[in-house]
């Protein structure tokens, strides 16, 4: 098999501009993803910085390093106010906030805030109000911090056990409260870390969002912060500055209609490379129309187990689902089919097989935000063997 002779389309995150991601086949133009985001958001780019991007323009990202990935993530908000200036928190136990023009912030550029102990005690802490939550609802607290010296730093909300302690030279968790859901830590460039507390809220009154730092000696060497974050899901996404209101990031969407010659009508294969972030549940990964009727896509579960579905009239054809949830990181899928002969792959290896089903007729292809980071996408117009199928999809 020769990969890009055999494929009708291929899409690797490469060249973009506004409203369009660049398919590396066909070269004509018809493969090409249509792109729309109605506002601004961010992207770490090649350098692991932070970096702002345009309204409708395409983010591959490199958050972690290696091959850049299209950035797909549904629409969230920042809630909290002043996302880099930590003057204007509440502080406590002698916390002091205090601006340092000549250092690097995790964009790149100079001048972030560090915060210290000025009554010279173990602990210091920020916080902020956190309103407009109910009992029940999944938030996401995020926090870039870079330490000159040992440090425990507590996040999270202000009710039974929504904070979780990691110790910041370590870079591990310590300990978490019984509302903590998950957590996550994430390295930046120049030293920096961002970590994630998602937690379950439990009080229906306004809370507060608060960092806290604290030691076994007195607090006394600077403890750098930038990019305070909270908002309202089960898991973070980029980041989304702000300064004196919220500021809501709309969502990504790429699809291409209209490309019934691209996708096997009557038999083909869909190769899908992603980086796998087990966030949204009970969604696909990629589909062939935005309804389920007459549809062929990857479901991601609500136990984040991955489904391969056909459906025609509304009717299941097939339905494969994996045995185990795919590893955290990068995996490789294809599905195939063809009247009465489907087949489901993941990381080289036959997932399932269904030897009596019916195709439907589909042109579209989506891209979901449930995905997150796409690595590569590709089309077939014929069924290939199971060797191909377990070749293409190996690690």
Do not use: H
């Not at 996708?263 to 389920?292: A, C, M, R, W």
């Amino acid at each position: 098999m020769s990969t890009y002779t055999d494929a009708s389309l291929i899409y690797y995150p490469s060249g973009y501009k506004a409203s369009k991601a660049y398919s590396l086949k066909p070269t004509d133009g018809s493969g090409d993803l249509d792109f729309t985001r109605a506002s601004t958001a961010t992207r770490v780019n090649e350098s692991g910085l932070i970096e702002s991007v345009a309204t409708g323009v395409p983010r591959i990202d490199y958050t972690g390093g290696g091959c850049g990935s299209l950035l797909l993530e549904p629409q969230r908000t920042n809630k909290l106010l002043n996302s880099e200036n930590f003057t204007t928190y509440d502080k406590a136990f002698g916390a002091t906030v205090t601006f340092d023009s000549g250092f690097a912030n995790p964009t790149g550029e100079n001048g972030t805030y560090f915060i210290y102990d000025a009554d010279g005690g173990s602990s210091a802490r920020f916080r902020v109000s956190n309103s407009g939550y109910s009992l029940g609802d999944k938030i996401s607290y995020s926090l870039f911090v870079k330490p000159t010296a040992a440090a425990n730093l507590e996040i999270g909300g202000n009710y039974g056990g929504e904070s979780a302690t990691f110790n910041l030279i370590t870079k591990t968790l310590v300990s978490q409260g019984a509302a903590v859901d998950s957590v996550k830590i994430e390295d930046y460039a120049n030293g920096w870390t961002r970590y994630t507390v998602n937690t379950t809220f439990q009080n229906t009154v306004a809370g507060n969002a608060y960092p806290s730092f604290f030691t076994s000696a007195p607090l006394s060497n600077k403890i750098y912060i930038f990019g305070f974050q909270v908002e309202l899901g089960s898991y973070p996404t980029s980041y989304i500055p702000t300064t004196s209101t919220a500021v809501t990031r709309v969502a990504d969407d790429a699809r291409k209609n209209g490309i019934s010659s691209l996708i096997g009508q009557t038999e083909g294969v869909i190769y899908f490379e992603f980086d796998y972030k087990k966030n949204q549940i009970n969604t696909p990964l990629f589909q062939t129309s935005l309804g389920t009727t007459n549809a062929i896509y990857v479901l991601c579960l609500s136990d984040f187990k991955l489904r391969f579905i056909i459906n025609l009239g509304g009717v299941s054809q097939v339905s494969i689902t994996t045995a185990t949830v795919p590893n955290l990181g990068i995996n490789k899928l294809a599905i195939a089919y063809k009247a009465n002969d489907a087949a489901f792959y993941l990381n080289g290896t036959e997932i399932g097989a269904d030897n009596s089903c019916s195709i439907p007729t589909v042109d579209s292809i989506y891209l979901t935000t449930a995905n997150q980071n796409t690595q590569a996408f590709m089309t077939f117009t014929t069924r290939l063997s199971n060797a191909d199928l377990a070749a293409l999809t190996t690690l």
